[in-house]
């Protein structure tokens, strides 16, 4: 059943029109007809059935059924604070997160990061990136968006962002994910393309993050981003 999300939902209204991105993707994407049922949710929890009633040019409307219970998000509370790669490198890593049952993405600035963010760019990128969250929660069945902050430099997220388990991935560390202790909140700190440097990992070190590795190969950004999420969802999360 096709899913939507959609800030407007409220219990209090059960018929109302369908924002116009919603209805672009339902109607002229999918060739949706009145009838149809989907499902929409708000990023908080909150999701019903729903029927298209009306499926006009440029507007269509729903009436919501029942209030749906969902049951997928992860136990673990995890923190991502990614290394800003370009394009689709950085989109990827934020739909598998997405899909992983990430609770927070932070994108970081580190010191092999190739992409300038300031101003018009920054705003529009972050933009760019709630798109790719709110795909990849219509798409895998979630019902919370994560929360997605804006652009931090290094120093500062070492500084503002301490969990129960703080990870720094390094393929040269000594210690594997099986040899930790179970945690309730994880943070995890993943560089970007190029990785990150010497220095920036005894930075992390320094500020009490433990550095990791999951093999002897090394990973692309965006595919460590999902190893690791999936390693420590299967140790101490849901999945396996």
């Given at each position: 059943m096709p899913r939507f999300y959609t800030e407007i939902l409220s219990s209090s209204e059960s018929e109302f029109v369908l924002p116009?991105?919603?209805?672009?993707?339902a109607v002229q994407v999918l060739?949706?007809?009145?009838?149809?049922?989907?499902?929409?949710?708000?990023?908080?929890?909150?999701e019903y059935e729903a029927e298209l009633t009306l499926v006009e040019?440029?507007?269509?409307?729903?009436?919501?059924?029942?209030?749906?219970?969902?049951?997928?998000?992860?136990?673990?509370?995890i923190t991502l604070l990614q290394g800003?790669?370009?394009?689709?490198?950085?989109?990827?890593?934020i739909q598998k997160a997405?899909?992983?049952?990430?609770?927070?993405?932070?994108?970081v600035i580190t010191e092999r990061c190739n992409v300038q963010l300031s101003g018009d760019r920054a705003?529009?990128?972050f933009n760019h990136w709630t798109g790719v969250m709110v795909s990849a929660?219509?798409?895998?069945?979630?019902?919370?968006?994560p929360e997605l902050t804006a652009v931090q430099t290094y120093s500062t997220v070492l500084a503002d962002y301490k969990d129960e388990l703080n990870l720094v991935l390094d393929p040269l560390a000594q210690k594997g994910f099986s040899e930790l202790s179970k945690p309730a909140s994880l943070t995890m700190l993943i560089g970007p393309e190029g990785g990150l440097s010497d220095t920036e990992i005894e930075m992390a070190k320094n500020a009490g993050y433990q550095a990791v590795q999951f093999g002897p190969r090394i990973l692309r950004t965006e595919t460590a981003a999902v190893a690791a999420l999936a390693v420590a969802q299967t140790l101490w999360g849901d999945l396996g």
């Open positions: 116009d991105d919603v209805h672009r993707h060739r949706l007809k009145p009838g149809a049922n989907i499902r929409l949710f708000n990023g908080q929890g909150m040019k440029r507007q269509s409307r729903v009436c919501l059924g029942q209030l749906v219970e969902t049951q997928k998000e992860s136990p673990l509370d800003i790669s370009r394009g689709e490198r950085m989109d990827f890593a997405v899909e992983l049952g990430v609770k927070k993405i932070v994108p705003d529009k990128r929660c219509e798409q895998s069945g979630r019902s919370f968006l």
